[in-house]
């Protein structure tokens, strides 16, 4: 590869990833529900992304293919032995504090209700629904980003949906 292309290649890779790194974060950080893990999820993207920058910028949908790799990753993030115990340690420390002024408004506002509760969806249904509602993508974005074909984006965003609202209806957060 001559200089000038490799620079190419390296203003190309930049851009593809300068135009995604948000959504990217985002997303992980829909899935594993920490900052700092969204952090490293996204870091090891990017880290694993470099290394195959020739293939990416190839692709048709590059965008696509980093939002399924970071969902990938984010979900291996959770399944993860020892980040389940520190989120376990994590939640008990918050049980003993939950008593603060703080925390009680915290917990009263809607928008900590719903985020709470999009944690009760299954996987797959909250991400569809977080690139649909909080991204703006489009149902075949989401299929691309995903690997779901487009009958399962639409199948698993209105069970999102529908799920969720039976979940804010139940704890009376909002109106039928």
Known sequence: MTRANAAILLDHYTHIITSVRDRLYRLALRVVNDADDAEDV???????????????????????WLLRMTKHQAIDRLRSAKVRSARETEAAASDRDARTPYRIAAAN??????????????????????LREVEGMEYQEI??????????VKTYLHRGRHKLRALLLKE????P
């Open 42 to 64: 996204v870091q090891d993207v990017l880290v694993k992304s470099w290394r195959q920058r020739e293939k990416i910028v190839c692709l048709d949908n590059p965008p696509a």
């Open 109 to 130: 506002d809607a928008l900590g209700h719903v985020h709470r509760l999009l944690q009760q969806l299954p996987p797959d249904q909250r991400t569809v629904l977080h």
């Open 143 to 152: 299929a691309d980003a995903t690997g779901l074909t487009m009958q399962q």
């Open 172 to 175: 009376k957060i909002t109106n």
